[in-house]
């Protein structure tokens, strides 16, 4: 059995993410989270697959003018308060440079503003439904 490295010259190797299953993928979403749905899933991942590492922010349709936070690496998860959307802020509270105002734009779509799921999931054999 060559070593990796001329497996890999002769076109031989076979990439960590196929002969491992592992990949990862992003969620993204202008709609929000059932609370109680949302807690099953972050307390049930090893239905979807082996998570390794996960995080982002979310969206709970109980809490709609919070983001909530997320990071699991392993066994180890944290979520919780994130701060406000910048939509539930009155402007008068925005912040006045041109650089914090541009970072919120490119977030920003009507209706919804900023508010929104960003999470990215890497693991093995995930199941993405």
Do not use: C
């Amino acid at each position: 059995q060559a070593p990796g490295w001329l497996k890999e010259m002769r076109g031989e190797h076979i990439p960590e993410t196929e002969e491992y299953g592992i990949s990862s993928f992003s969620y993204a979403a202008r709609r929000p989270f059932h609370p109680g749905k949302f807690y099953h899933f972050l307390h049930n991942t090893q239905a979807f697959g082996k998570l390794i590492r996960s995080k982002g922010y979310f969206w709970l349709s109980s809490r709609p003018e919070f983001a909530g936070q997320w990071s699991q690496a392993g066994g180890i998860a944290r979520y919780g308060a994130a701060g406000m959307f910048w939509k539930a802020v009155p402007k008068t509270r925005w912040p006045v440079d041109e650089g914090h105002l541009a970072a919120i734009n490119a977030q920003w779509e009507e209706p919804f503003g900023d508010m929104r799921q960003e999470l990215v999931f890497i693991g093995q054999n995930l199941d993405q439904k």
